[in-house]
């Protein structure tokens, strides 16, 4: 269970510090909880990176895959998403990926709008995502994932995303998922969507080994 990198009540107004807590010492804490109960008679899985469990849904026995592929999932998709925020956050991305944003969507406000609008329209709960095909010429593609499913299933890397479960904005923002969206933008981490970004060219093998330093 990662910490989180800074206080919980540093993306004040954007994110409320119960929100949070909430969200990060009961909701990520429950699924790291859960995942663990599942492996408790599997020993030979337990030393393996919640990633691999996450990509490896055949090597994980039948009676606990889909409790695993959740809770994995969970405890991937949150590690990444405390990191895609930050107190300092918001603004434009700069570099390779300001480049590659303009070259796949014609602009960054175009890219806002799709990610704003996926995000509002996905049904139930779920992650939306700008990720990186990892096949063809490594298009960025605005997704959404239902549940607590990775792009990385899908062959895309993940660059930034946001969390539109309930859990996620219902305290402060109640219905209105769009504004919870819109007010983001204000902590959204371009420094790791661009350290994301750069990573999105190693070998998939070395995200299983070590989600600790790439990804989680
Ligand atoms: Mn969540």
């Not at 510090?17 to 663990?36: C, G, P, Q």
Request: glycine share 8%; net charge negative; charged share 25%.
């Amino acid at each position: 269970m990662p910490a989180l990198p800074y206080a919980h009540d540093a993306l004040e107004p954007h994110i409320d510090a119960r929100t949070m807590m909430l969200h990060h010492d009961k909701h990520h804490a429950t699924y790291v909880e859960k995942l663990n109960a599942a492996l408790e008679k599997h020993p030979d899985l337990q030393d393996r990176s919640a990633i691999w469990l996450l990509l490896n849904p055949r090597k994980v026995p039948e009676a606990i895959r889909t409790a695993v592929a959740n809770n994995a999932g969970g405890h991937v998709n949150h590690s990444m998403f405390w990191r895609a925020m930050a107190p300092d956050g918001g603004g434009e991305p700069k570099g390779a990926l300001a480049d590659a944003i303009k070259r796949d969507f014609g602009s960054f406000a175009k890219f806002k709008a799709q990610f704003d609008e996926a995000g509002e329209k996905a049904f139930g709960s779920g992650w939306v995502w700008l990720a990186k095909a990892q096949h063809g010429a490594g298009k960025l593609e605005v997704l959404t994932t239902s549940g607590h499913a990775n792009p990385l299933e899908q062959a895309c890397f993940p660059i930034l995303l946001n969390d539109v479960w309930e859990h996620a904005y219902y305290l402060k923002h109640e219905n209105r998922r769009g504004e919870y969206l819109k007010g983001w933008w204000q902590v959204a981490n371009w420094q790791e969507a661009a350290r994301r970004f750069e990573s999105s060219e190693l070998p998939s093998e070395q995200l299983w080994e070590n989600d600790g330093g790439l990804v989680l």
